[in-house]
């Protein structure tokens, strides 16, 4: 496994396992089990996955020693106010079962994350989360909140995958520091991703299937990925992508995939954003 370190100084592994869409308590105890089997040491989950707990009991029963897993969590919208944001942060260590995070992030970048964020650095400072960071958040809205707060984000976690390479988003994380995680690196097997043929041929020059290139072609770009599979094999797979490296050639070629739209929804789009986040927010003005 290789590491990140992150503009705080903390250590991050460079791929994970994300648990999204696994709200069975069951099915998600028995993923992360299998995870932290086959050798993930970075968790991701999120408040609004409804599946803290299940993470929380795979990393207890797993014998893995807490420093050794790096679990992320995520607060969600409904509790972007600074003193909701304060009781978020407790529900997601009371439901992990853990005293501390080693990353917590502001789930979306609408709503006070102003407030939000000024929860999170406090929680920081006592120790309850190491790393602190964003998430979807677009080099406009990165640079207010740098400018409203004292805390740069650690990371800025965002859908990045052959279909959305995100490029200058990725860019501008770098140029501030702050490292980039990509959500859905498969885009969820949209466009019939994992058969791909311009990936496949890439793939039967190094022996390696298209989803090991996908990850490969993000840590050459110096991207945290967080791949999610139910299945133990595939788990293992998406993990065996440190024994190769992409040619420039082959690289370039990957870039030439972007159909720069994201697979799931612009985030700058206002109907998008009211027909998401709309309720949620609303909540909070009463
Ligand atoms: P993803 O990782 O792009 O794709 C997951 C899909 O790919 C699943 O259907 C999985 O099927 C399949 N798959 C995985 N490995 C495979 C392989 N080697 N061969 C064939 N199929 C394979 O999508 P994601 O779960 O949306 O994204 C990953 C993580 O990012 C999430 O779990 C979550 O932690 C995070 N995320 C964050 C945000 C955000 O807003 N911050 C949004 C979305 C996701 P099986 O499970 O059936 O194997």
Redesign the pocket.
Known sequence: MDYVTLNDGNQMPQLGF?????PDFNQAEQAVSDALEVGYRLI???AA?GNEAAVGNAIKKSGVNREEVFVTS?LWVDHFTYEKAKQGIDDSLTKLGLDYLDLY?L??PYGDTAGAWRALEEAQQAGKIKSIGV??FAPDQLMNLELMSHTKPAVN???V?PWYQEDTVVKFNQQQAIQTEA???????KHDI?TNETIAQIGQKYGK????VILRWLLQRGIVA??????KA?MA??LAVFDFNLSADDMAAMNELDKNESQ?FDHHDPAAIESIFGSSLRALKE
């Open positions: 994300g648990v999204f869409q696994v991701d989950t999120a996955y995520k992030l789930h979306q998430s979807n976690q965002i859908e995958s959500w859905a690196p498969f885009a969820e097997g994992f299937s298209n989803g090991q967080i791949p999610k599979s139910i299945h595939r797979e998406n799931f």
